[in-house]
């Protein structure tokens, strides 16, 4: 999920000057509350500055059945924030000479399938495998949000996959699975469970007592949260099932003051030394030469006009963010059991720490006004070559995307002549014409920035967007794509059948079936429904020959399902 990309001198975090104001505690806690409501989920901050933590604290409620309030020794699940221990675990072993970057991951892992090309150490790292993301597998092989998933189950489905999404080193695509092999990493070159090698040779160096792995979703936690998400009206919560047992993207529960400890390793480390924590944020290239920004789970971004290391998670009621500020020794991390505006929240927390740098927001990325023409010309239909389908239509006021695949919102435009959707600027699009000036794509930079700061020095990569017309296929045109498909890797089979004029979707797993809109020629878009944001292609047999269906699904592109049975309903 993240931010900006911010191209660096590397700076030896403990060198860094520290910089800034020391504000009350009165003032602090004056301004968190504006984000805590009553009889509501919580959320502790921890806050880090010139070599000591200066403020931890806990507001709202951790349980709502007992009436526990959050407290600064809260633990909470860190979802995707855990990667960076498992990166580091993996950092500390190349840097002992007993892990090599490079290597091929079945030099470690031998099971894993030969893709034809190498997926190296490095290629985990840093989101750049073409590892389809095993969430999205395990949703399309028939699991659901509150399906257990366990360690060894994900591994399975991983072993048996036959295709990459993209050539390694060729994309940036954040996938949880590189960091589910990481972990299987550690476990092969130290002899150990990962969570034990992070608790001898991190956690507890560090003094991070409240710090754990939870490899098993039944071992209890003293102080821990219960996460929630909103309930079906106003103001009402529920529990939040969490039922992923993956190690490595997730699973580590911390409190805020266990994490100020690590930013001080950051800036002054005693779990390795300053060359290595500044080899965790070195910017990275693909095969190309372009420049990504994920480190070892850590990016660089800029908030306010500061250089940050950060990097945030959120999974099953749980929301996190862990980000340092190396130039200015300054850290605030933010941990919560149900949703909060984090980014804003950091934003005016360093607003009240730090002085604001002149000159820190570029013209390039102040809104603008378009004009009318402007949006006349971008109406319309644009489809990826993943089949995310992007529309693009006025509410009589402004330009807003209307399709729910995208993210949501009316059009921000920039003085460059980029714009992002709504309140997001980790996609900035541009727009392409053709010689005789209509709008004929849109190139989104995916730049993983951070909401607060729009200016972007260098992509994770570019997506096109094609402008199509939308098909209307008819009735028989439809009835042809009937049949069933199947896909052995997953070990799951989908029957595409009519209901009332409409292309169906259903599975043995399903609870319901997914209706499929018609998008370009014999390309389809899923609205709501189970399987919300899945875009597939949909190629009838021709003189007997069977079908094919080739799925696209959050992080999982390509998964090719062939046709098999008579349908059946």
Request: glycine share 8%; net charge neutral; hydrophobic share 40%.
């Amino acid at each position: 999920m993240m931010r900006l990309i911010l191209v660096l001198a590397v700076v030896v975090f403990g060198q860094a000057a520290a910089s800034g104001k020391r504000p009350s505690d009165v003032e602090v806690t004056s301004l968190l509350s504006t984000y805590s409501q009553a009889n509501a989920p919580g959320f502790a901050v921890g806050i880090y500055q010139a070599g000591r933590p200066v403020f931890a604290a806990g507001f709202g409620m951790a349980d709502l059945d007992l009436r526990v309030p959050v407290t600064a020794d809260t633990v909470f699940n860190l979802a995707s924030v855990s990667k960076q221990f498992t990166a580091f675990a993996v950092a500390l072993l190349a840097d002992e000479g007993k892990l090599d970057l490079q290597a091929d991951l079945r030099t470690y892992l031998p099971w894993m399938p030969d893709f034809g090309t190498p997926v190296t150490v490095a290629n985990l790292v840093h989101h750049t495998s073409g590892m389809p993301d095993y969430l999205s597998l395990a949703m399309l092989a028939g699991y659901d949000d509150e399906s257990l998933l366990r360690q060894q189950q994900i591994l399975n489905l991983l072993r048996t996959q036959k295709e990459l999404s993209f050539v390694p080193g060729t994309e940036y695509e954040y996938s949880n699975s590189d960091y589910v092999l990481l972990a299987e990493i550690v476990r092969a070159v130290s002899g150990m469970p990962p969570q034990e090698f992070l608790r001898r040779r991190v956690f507890e160096p560090l003094g991070m007592v409240h710090t754990r792995v939870r490899d098993n979703l039944n071992d209890l936690q003293p102080d821990y949260a219960v996460g929630y998400q909103a309930g079906p009206t106003a103001g009402t919560w529920r529990r939040a099932v969490y039922n992923r047992a993956a190690i490595g993207p997730g699973n580590v529960l911390s409190t805020v003051g266990d994490l100020l400890k690590w930013a001080g390793n950051l800036a002054h480390p005693t779990v390795g030394d300053a060359r290595l924590i500044a080899r965790l944020t070195e910017p990275v290239q693909l095969n190309d030469g372009t420049r990504i920004g994920y480190g070892f789970a850590l990016k660089r971004s800029q908030v306010a006009g500061h250089a940050v290391i950060v990097h945030d998670g959120g999974i099953s009621g749980f929301q996190g963010m862990f980000s340092y500020f190396p130039d200015d020794d300054f850290a605030v991390v933010i941990l919560s059991n149900g949703t909060v505006d984090d980014s804003a929240m950091l934003e005016r927390l360093v607003a009240l720490y730090l002085p604001t740098p002149s000159g820190s927001v570029s013209d390039a990325g102040m809104s603008v006004t378009p004009d009318v023409a402007t949006l006349h010309a971008l109406a319309g239909n644009y489809q990826s070559v993943d089949g995310r389908m992007l529309t693009l239509a006025s509410d009589g006021e402004a330009m807003i995307t209307k399709d729910v695949l995208a993210t949501k919102g009316r059009l921000t435009f920039h003085a460059d002549g980029s714009f992002h959707i709504g309140t997001r600027r980790r996609s900035i699009f541009q727009i392409e014409r053709a010689k005789n000036g209509q709008v004929s794509a849109l190139l989104e930079r995916m730049t993983g920035g951070s909401d607060d700061t729009p200016n972007v020095t260098s992509p994770y990569r570019t997506r096109r967007h094609e402008r199509v017309q939308l098909a209307t296929p008819s009735a028989s045109e439809l009835a042809r794509l009937a049949g069933r498909y199947r896909n052995d890797a997953i070990d799951a089979t989908y029957t595409v059948w009519m209901d009332s004029g409409r292309l169906m979707l259903s599975s043995l797993w399903m609870t319901e079936p997914q209706a499929l809109v018609p998008t370009a020629a014999n390309r389809f878009d899923s609205l709501a429904g189970p399987l919300n944001g899945l875009s597939l292609t949909v190629q009838p047999g021709l003189k007997g020959a069977s079908g094919r269906l080739v799925m696209h699904y959050a992080n999982v592109r390509k998964l090719e399902f062939s046709q098999r049975l008579s349908p059946s309903r």
